[in-house]
C-alpha cells in the first residue's frame, strides 16, 4: 500500500538559496521585456496610473456627494457634481479594460521567449550535462514554469504593477491621513503587518511542502499520461492491468486530498488569527473615528471618507504584504530559471578554434590511451582504448549489449570527453575546438533518432530555407523513398507528426529511411550507423546493405550493429567485451581465429544452415 | 478538427451543463456542496455590514449618541468576527475540493480511456479529443473546469442579489417630504419602472460586450491550437527529450526550432489575436467596463435627490448606493456567468463526445471452456480487415486453422498484415468482414474478459510502468513472489534479478524513485516476457520478441523457448527468419494476404514463393561461411 511521500529532511534544507534575489530577478524580466516587447513595460506603468487614478475617484466620490447632500446644494450643483464623477469613473474603467486586453500577448510573447531560450539551452548544451541528474532536474522546474499563463514568468507582470500601484496608493494614504492620530494609523499598521506575517508564515506551509505535493501530481499526471499511451493501451487490456492502474490512482488521489487537507487545517490558524487582529483594530479604529465625531470634529462626509481610506488604507498593506511574497515566490522561480539558462557548459562552445569540414582534407580520428568511467559509477566503461580510424575506413563495431559500444561512439563523436587519454582528430585534441563546430564532421542514424514535426523535405535538410532540392531528392532515392513520397498529397511539403493537421505518421521502417537520407543530406565526411536497419524486413535490410558501399563512398563510415552479418562489407571489425578492444581484424582474419567473435558469428548463423538447431550444444 | 461554430441552443446548455455538474457530483460531492455554502456566507457578508454601517453613518448625522454609536460599532465588529470566521472555515473545506480539481478531472477521462475498446483507443480522431480537452482546460478552463467556478460565481450573484434587493427595497418606498416641493415627484412609481429600465439595459449591455469580446478567442481558436501544439511539440516534447540530445545536436535542430516557433507564434503582436485585442476585442472590452458606470451615476443622482427631499438621511444613501451597485454587479454577473456557459457548451460537447464513445464491441456471454478434453481450436475464415478511416484492406480473405499446442511463426515485409493478424486474434480489433471461430463459436460472442484471458502477448511497442517491477509482471498491485521469480528466470532475467536493490520491489526507470534502475531495452523486453509467462495463458503471441538481445541473449531465450512455451500454443513474429526454425508452421503474408502457409522445410524449397525470397536475403551472409 503506498505511503505517504513525504521528502526527507535534508532534502528540504537543500531547497532554495536563490542564486539571483528579487530585485535582480525583477531587472532581468524587465529589461527581456523591453527588448523583446516594449509595449509590456509602458502599457503596465500606464495601467497603473489608470489604476490608481480609479482608486482615488472611487474614494472620493461617496464623501464628496454625503458632504454636497449635508450641505444641502441645489439639485443642479448636485447633479454635476454626480456627472463628473461618473465621467470620470466611465472614461477610467473602460481605459482600464481596454489596457487589460491588450497587454495580456506582450506577456505571453515574453513567457514563450523565455521558453524558447529554455529549449534552446536544451538542446544546444554539452551533452554530459544532459546526463546530469541535477541538470535534468533543474531542465524539468524551469521547463514547468513557462507552461501556462499563471507561470511566474508571465504572472510576475500583474505582480509588478499591482505592487507599484499599492505603494503608490499607500503614500497617497498615508498623507491623506497624516491629519489624524498618529497612534491609530500606527495600530491599523501593526496589526496589519502581523497578522500579515502570521498568515504569510502558515501559508508558506504548502511551499515548503511542495515536493511531497508534486510527488503525488507527477505521479497522478504519469498515469493519466498513459492511459493516453495507445501503444500501452494495448498491454492494458491484454494483462487486465486497467484495476491496477486505477486502484494506485485512487489511493494517490486519497492521500492527496488528505496532504492538502492537513494543509488547510494549518492554514486556518492563519484566519483565526486575522479575524482577531481585525477585531482589535476595529475596536481602535472605531474608538478614534467616533472620538473625533462624538467631540464635534467630524462631519458624517468625513467620517465616511477617513473610515474608507483607513479600509483601504489596511487592505493596501496587506496587499503590499502578499504582493511582496508573491514576487519572492516567483522571483525564486525566476532564478531556477536562470540557473538553467546560465549552466556553465562543459565544452568549449565558442572560444575554441573553429572548424568546418573539407573535403579536401582526409580526417583521421585516433583514441589515445582512451578510458571512460560514467560520473556516478565505479568501475570505468572503458579502459584504455587505442584506436586509430584511418580516413575513408569502414569500420565495424560489435559488442554484447553494456560492452560500450554506444560509449565508443560518444567519444568519437564528442558527445563525451574521456576521463583518461585522448580524443584527437588529425592529431590534434577535439576538445580544443568549437564543438558544435565538431558535430559538423559527423552525419548519423542514432538508434533513437529524432523526427521533427515539420515537412519532409525540412526533415531531410534540417533547414526551411536554400534547400539544395537536387540533392535532396538524390538522398530520397538513395534511402529508397521516391515512391512513398510520390504517393503523398504534399509530396516532400507534407508534415510529419501532430502539430499540423495535414501531418502524416510515418512507419518504422519509413521513418529509419527518412533518417537514412538526412544522413545523405548533411553530406558529412565521417558517418555513423548505429543499427540502421534494425526495423526492417529482411528483403529491405538486404537492400540497404547493398547500398552501404555506394553510400558511404570513400567516407570515413563506423557502424554499430548486433546483426554480425551486416559487418562484411567493412575494412576492419572491432568486438568490444568489457570495456576494451577484444579483438580486431576483418570478418575473415576473425573467423580464422576462432576467439568470440567466431563464436558469436556461429550462434547467429545457426539458424540459416540446413539443420542446424539440432546440434546445439547447450 | 474544425468545430462548427453553430450558435448553441439554450436548451443545450443548459443539458450538457446539468450533465456536467452530474459528473462532478459524482466524482466528489462535497465539491458543489462547499462551494453553496461558502458561496452563501460571503455573498451574505457584506450586506450586513452595509446594513449596520449606514445606521451608524445616520446616527453620526443625526443624533450623535455616544450609546448608539458604541453599540453599532460594537454590533459591526462581532458581525465581522463571526461572519469571518464561518466564512474562513467553510473557505477552507471548499479549497481542499478545488486543489484536486485537475486530478479528478483528469481521472473521469482516464477511466474513460481505460475502458474503451482498443480500436476507438487506436482511433487517432479519439486522440484528438483527448488533447483537445486538455488544451482547452490548459487555455482558460474551458469545459468542465468551468462549471466549476461557474457555480461558484452564480451562487454567489443569485445571493448577492437578493441582499440587494432586499436592502434597497425600502428605497422606493420611503416618501420624499411633502416640504421639499418639486422633489416629491421622485415619489411617482414611474422611477421605479426607469431605474429598473436603466439597470437592466445596463446589465445586459455591459456583459453583452464581455461575451463578444470572449467570442474572438474562440474565433481565433484553429491559431490558437496550432501554436499550442508547435509550443508543446518544440517547447515540450522535443526539449525533454533526453534519448533525442544526440540526434539533435548533430543535426543542429536547434536551428529549424528557432525559425519554425518565429514562423508560427499566435501571440506576437502581428497575429490575428493580438490584434484584436487592439480593435475589436479591446474596444469591446472597454465598452464593458464603461457601460456599468452609467447606472452607477444614475443611481447616485435618484438616491441623492430622494436623499435631498429628506426621504431619508446620509446614511441610508451610503445603503442604497451600495445595495443598488451590488444588485447591479450581480446581475452583471450573471448575466456574463450564462454567457460564459453559452460559450462553454462547445467545449462541452467535445468532453461527452469522448465520455460518449460507445463500446461497440458487442460482449457475449458464453463462457469460455478451459477445461474440455476437446483441443482448443481457433480458426479465422475469410477475415478482412481495415483500419477505421482508411481505404486499403490491411487484410484480405485471410483463412487459417491454429491449433492448441501448435506452434505458428509469421512473416512477411513490413506493412504486410502480421501485428493486424495477432492483434485480430486476440481481439484488439473485429473483423470488418469474415469471423473469427474459437472451438466452431464466432469469438464475439464469448465473454470479452474471459477470451482475453486466453492470450498472453508481448507487443513489438510494449510498455512497462515506472512501478515496482514484480507489479509489472502481474499487472496488479498483489502478486506471487515466487511465481514472478520463476517467470523471471525463464525469461533470462535471473541474473540480473538477483542484483536488484529491492528484489521484486524495486521500481523500474527513476521517474518516482532515486533507488529506481535504469533498465536497457533488451532486459525490458525479458521483463515484458516474463509479464507474458506470469499470466500463464494457453497462447502466447510474441511479436519481435529477441529484436533488442544481442545474439547470444537471443540464443539463450529461443532454446529455453521450447521448454518455456512447453504445452502451450505460441504464434511469433519476427524479421529474424530464425524463429521460423522451431515452428511448426509459417505463415507468410504479403500486402495483406496470407500467401503461403507450411513447415519450413517445405517452404524453403518453394523457390518462386515470397518465403524463399525473404529467407535468402538473411541466409546469404551466412551460407558461404560455415563453421571451420
Known sequence: MPVSLKVSDTAKRKLQRPTYRFGQNTAYMISLAWRRRRSLVLLGLTMTVVSILLSLTQLFIVPSIISAVEAKVSVAELTVIIFMFTAALMILGAAKAYLTSCSQFGRIEVRLMIGAMIQNKSLTMSYPDIEDQDVQKKMDKASMLVNSNTASTEAIWTTLSNLLKNVTEFIIYISLLATLDPFMIIAVVVTTLVSFLVSNYLNGWGYRHRDEESEYSRRMNYLSEKSRDYTLAKDIRIFGMVDWIEEVYNSILCLYRSFIAHRERIYIWGNIVDIILTFMRNAIVYFFLIGSVIGGKMSAAEFVLYFNIVNVFTSGIGSIMSDFATLRKQSLDISAVREFLDYPESFKMEEGTPITPDFKILYQIELKDVSFCYPKSEKNTLSHINLTIRPGEKLAVVGLNGAGKSTLIKLMCGFLDPTEGKVLLNNVDIRTYNRRDYYKLFSAVFQDFSVLDVTIAENITQTDENINTELMERCINQAGLTEKIAGLPNGVETHIGRVFADGINLSGGELQRLMLARALYKNAPILILDEPTSALDPIAESDIYNKYNELIDGRMAVYISHRLASTRFCDRIILIAEGCIDEEGTHDELIARNGHYADLFEIQSRYYREGGVDDEKE | ?628
Open chain 2, 1 to 628: 478538427m474544425k468545430k462548427s461554430k453553430t450558435s448553441v441552443s439554450f436548451r443545450e446548455t443548459v443539458r450538457l451543463t446539468l450533465r456536467g455538474c452530474k459528473v462532478w457530483w459524482k466524482e466528489n460531492p462535497r465539491l458543489l456542496l462547499s462551494i453553496l455554502m461558502c458561496g452563501v456566507v460571503d455573498a451574505l457578508t457584506p450586506y450586513v455590514g452595509i446594513w449596520l454601517l449606514a445606521r451608524l453613518i445616520d446616527e453620526i448625522a443625526g443624533e450623535r449618541n455616544s450609546q448608539t454609536l458604541m453599540a453599532y460599532a460594537l454590533a459591526l465588529m462581532i458581525t465581522t468576527a463571526v461572519l469571518s470566521m464561518c466564512s474562513a472555515g467553510l473557505t477552507r473545506w471548499k479549497n481542499v475540493q478545488l486543489e484536486s480539481l485537475w486530478h479528478t478531472q483528469n481521472k473521469v477521462f482516464m477511466e474513460k480511456l481505460l475502458s474503451m475498446d482498443f480500436v476507438d483507443v487506436d482511433d487517432g480522431r479519439v486522440q484528438e479529443l483527448r488533447s483537445q480537452i486538455w488544451q482547452n482546460t490548459d487555455s482558460g478552463g474551458w469545459g468542465l473546469y468551468k462549471l466549476v467556478y461557474s457555480f461558484d460565481a452564480i451562487i454567489k450573484s443569485v445571493i448577492s442579489i437578493i441582499g440587494a434587493i432586499m436592502l434597497s427595497a425600502s428605497l422606493f418606498l420611503l416618501p420624499v417630504k411633502p416640504e421639499s416641493g418639486k422633489l416629491t415627484i421622485l415619489n411617482h412609481p414611474i422611477f421605479i419602472l426607469l431605474i429598473v429600465v436603466l439597470m437592466l439595459g445596463v446589465i445586459f449591455a455591459a456583459p453583452w460586450f464581455s461575451v463578444k469580446a470572449g467570442s474572438y478567442w474562440v474565433k481565433c481558436a484553429d491559431e490558437n491550437q496550432l501554436g499550442n501544439r508547435l509550443f508543446g511539440f518544440w517547447l515540450g516534447s522535443l526539449g525533454n527529450d533526453r534519448l533525442k540530445a544526440l540526434d539533435v545536436r548533430i543535426y543542429r535542430q536547434d536551428i529549424l526550432s528557432k525559425s519554425n516557433l518565429a514562423k508560427y507564434n499566435p501571440f506576437i503582436p502581428s497575429s490575428k489575436l493580438a490584434k484584436a485585442s487592439r480593435r475589436g476585442m479591446g474596444i469591446y472590452h472597454a465598452m464593458s467596463g464603461a457601460v456599468s458606470q452609467i447606472f452607477v451615476g444614475v443611481a447616485f443622482i435618484f438616491v441623492c435627490l430622494k436623499a435631498l427631499g429628506g426621504a431619508f438621511g446620509v446614511g441610508s444613501i451610503v445603503q442604497y448606493v451600495s445595495a443598488i451597485t451590488a444588485l447591479s454587479a450581480g446581475l452583471s454577473k450573471l448575466i456574463e456567468i450564462i454567457g460564459d456557459l453559452g460559450n462553454n457548451t462547445s467545449f462541452l460537447r467535445t468532453v461527452f463526445e469522448l465520455l460518449d464513445v460507445p463500446n461497440k464491441m458487442s460482449h457475449g456471454d458464453t463462457t469460455v471452456n478451459q477445461n474440455s478434453s476437446e483441443k482448443q481450436k481457433i480458426e479465422f475464415r475469410n477475415v478482412s480487415f481495415r483500419y477505421p478511416g482508411q481505404d486499403k484492406y490491411a487484410l484480405r480473405n485471410v483463412s487459417l486453422t491454429f491449433n492448441e499446442g501448435q506452434r505458428l511463426s509469421v512473416v512477411g515485409m513490413n506493412g504486410s498484415g502480421k501485428t493486424t493478424f495477432i492483434k485480430l486474434l486476440c481481439r484488439l480489433y473485429d473483423p470488418t468482414e469474415g469471423e473469427i471461430l474459437l472451438n466452431g463459436i464466432d469469438i464475439r460472442e464469448y465473454d470479452y474478459a474471459e477470451y482475453m484471458r486466453l492470450f498472453s502477448v508481448v507487443f513489438q511497442d510494449f510498455k512497462l510502468l515506472s512501478f515496482e517491477l514484480g507489479q509489472n509482471i502481474a499487472g496488479s498491485m498483489d502478486y506471487d513472489s515466487d511465481k514472478v521469480s520463476c517467470c523471471l528466470r525463464d525469461a533470462g532475467f535471473g541474473v540480473r534479478q538477483d542484483k536488484l536493490p529491492s528484489g521484486l520491489s524495486t521500481k523500474l526507470y527513476k521517474d518516482f524513485d532515486e533507488r529506481g534502475v535504469n533498465i536497457s531495452s533488451g532486459e525490458a523486453q525479458k521483463i515484458a516476457l516474463a509479464r507474458a509467462l506470469y499470466k500463464d495463458a494457453p497462447f502466447i503471441i510474441l511479436d519481435e520478441p529477441t529484436a533488442a538481445l544481442d545474439p547470444i541473449a537471443e540464443f539463450e531465450v529461443y532454446s529455453e523457448m521450447n521448454k518455456i512455451i512447453g504445452e502451450k500454443s505460441a504464434v511469433f513474429i519476427s524479421h529474424r527468419l530464425s524463429s521460423c526454425r522451431f515452428c511448426n508452421d509459417i505463415a507468410v503474408f504479403h500486402e495483406g494476404n496470407l500467401v503461403q502457409l507450411g513447415s519450413h522445410d517445405v517452404l524453403v524449397n518453394d523457390k518462386s514463393g515470397m518465403y524463399y525470397k525473404l529467407w535468402s536475403a538473411q541466409a546469404q551472409y551466412y551460407e558461404t561461411e560455415g563453421l571451420n
